[in-house]
């Protein structure tokens, strides 16, 4: 069994910071990536960083030079930097993770954590 527990989310304002983190925890040979996703009411739920256990990150466009992703291969773990917040970034964040199991990969969830910008 495979835990991804978020924490680190709020209300902040415009312009503010926050960091979100999520903690892999279960039975698992290795991690192979890690990301966050976020989704708003009525729409899908978009990526919005990923990070590969070669150290290979990526972002959507929308976030690049205010968001970083990092990660702790020591306490399985990813963070997100979230700088200069705005208020199109309120959602709820997702942590994903892809792990080896066995000999085969697999997908988890976390279970979200919400972030609101507003003044």
């Known amino acids: 069994q495979v835990q991804l527990v978020e924490s680190g989310g709020g209300l902040v304002q415009p312009g503010g910071s926050l960091r979100l983190s999520c903690a892999a925890s279960?039975?698992?040979?290795?991690?192979?990536?890690m990301a966050w996703y976020r989704q708003v009411p009525g729409k899908q739920r978009e990526l919005v960083a990923q990070?590969?256990?070669?150290?290979?990150?990526k972002y959507v466009d929308g976030v690049k030079g205010r968001f970083a992703i990092s990660t702790d291969n020591a306490k399985n773990t990813v963070y997100l930097q979230m700088n200069s917040l705005k208020p199109e970034d309120t959602a709820v964040y997702y942590c994903?993770?892809?792990?080896?199991?066995?000999?085969?990969?697999?997908?988890?969830w976390g279970q979200g954590t919400q972030v609101t910008v507003s003044s």
């Open positions: 994903y993770g892809n792990m080896i199991i066995g000999r085969l990969e697999y997908g988890y």
């Open positions: 279960g039975s698992f040979v290795s991690i192979t990536a």
């Open positions: 990070a590969t256990s070669g150290g290979i990150t």
